[in-house]
């Protein structure tokens, strides 16, 4: 988490890395006076405007100054000043190895001085009791929330930005100025527009994707897949992707899955089939490249296949066994 937060505070961080520092303050006040102790240290690093820059005090010496701002007898924490030159981030960063012989003393400093607040998500959802919960994002973002499941929203610039803890399903909207980036546990999900499973479980996360393209990274590693493929993410490791025969094996749903985010309608037929064990075909190629947005959740075969009909303009025909999508008249 250290790493983390130092790139929190050189602003080099991405949004969803700042998205899982804010929800790691928030889950204890010793991560917070964690946090506030490495910032209070940051803060006094700026390069110097001067030119002679005095030596850099030893940790004994900032030890000895926090320890007496704790006792009142050298003014506010601001007292424990450290000055660098050009040498830059090098710097800096060894010095802020000595955050954490000194973070218990800094730790009292910031109590005398207040606490101040970590922020919170503009929204929470869970999944509380044994059912799913679907969720509708602003931007139009489908979200299924498996059971027990919890996902925050956070209001950052440039970019849409989430955290999760649990298992999900993502239906994202398109939007190429403004990508979606889900944090679970140590990884981060980044995404324009796709449909995708993230499940954080057991120290590991595993994004399996329906659809599109996205990236899985941590402070080990990235690695980008398409369609058809699961990437594990592992706390500690890299995260590696795979092919797979059949993701939907994977997305053990148990009132499945239907959700649609500008899915070609002869994509969303498959899976409407093999949904219900019924055969969809659509019998033409350019209505099958038509894209299609739609959610169902307890709707039958025959609602569900005259829905498609209905959004993409097209005719049905039904018999016991299949449906038949053709264009419409």
């Not at 829905?307 to 005719?315: I, M, N």
Request: hydrophobic fraction near 40%; proline fraction near 6%; charged fraction near 25%.
């Amino acid at each position: 988490m250290d790493e983390l937060i130092i790139k929190v505070l050189e602003g080099t961080a991405s949004v969803s890395e700042e998205a899982r520092v804010q929800r790691w303050r928030r889950e204890s006040p010793g991560n917070e006076a964690h946090f506030q102790a490495t910032e209070d240290i940051w803060s006094l690093t700026r390069p110097s405007p001067e030119p002679d820059t005095p030596p850099v005090p030893s940790a004994g010496s900032i030890i000895t100054r926090a320890e007496s701002a704790g006792k009142g007898g050298a003014g506010p924490r601001t007292s424990i000043g450290l000055l660098f030159s050009g040498a830059g981030r090098r710097s800096r960063r060894r010095v802020l190895a000595l955050a954490a012989a000194v973070a218990a003393v800094v730790l009292v400093v910031r109590f005398v001085g207040g606490p101040t607040g970590a922020g919170a998500p503009v929204a929470t959802y869970v999944a509380e009791g044994p059912g799913t919960r679907t969720v509708v994002l602003g931007d139009g973002t489908v979200v299924k929330l498996a059971p027990g499941s919890r996902l925050e929203e956070w209001s950052l610039d440039r970019v849409r930005s989430l955290s999760l803890e649990g298992r999900a399903f993502f239906a994202v909207t398109h939007d190429s100025e403004r990508p979606l980036g889900v944090l679970a546990g140590t990884s981060e999900v980044q995404v324009l527009g796709t449909r995708f499973e993230v499940f954080e479980e057991e120290r590991a996360v595993r994004v399996v994707v329906v659809e599109g393209r996205v990236s899985v990274s941590n402070e080990h590693g990235r690695v980008e897949l398409g369609a058809g493929f699961v990437a594990h993410a592992p706390e500690g490791d890299a995260p590696t992707a795979e092919s797979v025969p059949d993701v939907f094996s994977l997305l053990d749903w148990p009132d499945g899955l239907l959700v649609f985010q500008a899915t070609p309608l002869a994509e969303a037929a498959r899976e409407v089939s093999r949904h219900f064990g019924r055969a969809v075909e659509v019998r033409d190629e350019a209505l099958g490249r038509l894209r299609i947005t739609a959610r169902f959740d307890d709707q039958g075969f025959e609602d569900v296949v005259l829905a498609l009909c209905d959004v993409s303009g097209a005719e049905c025909v039904l018999n016991d066994s299949e449906a038949v999508i053709v264009p419409g008249r």
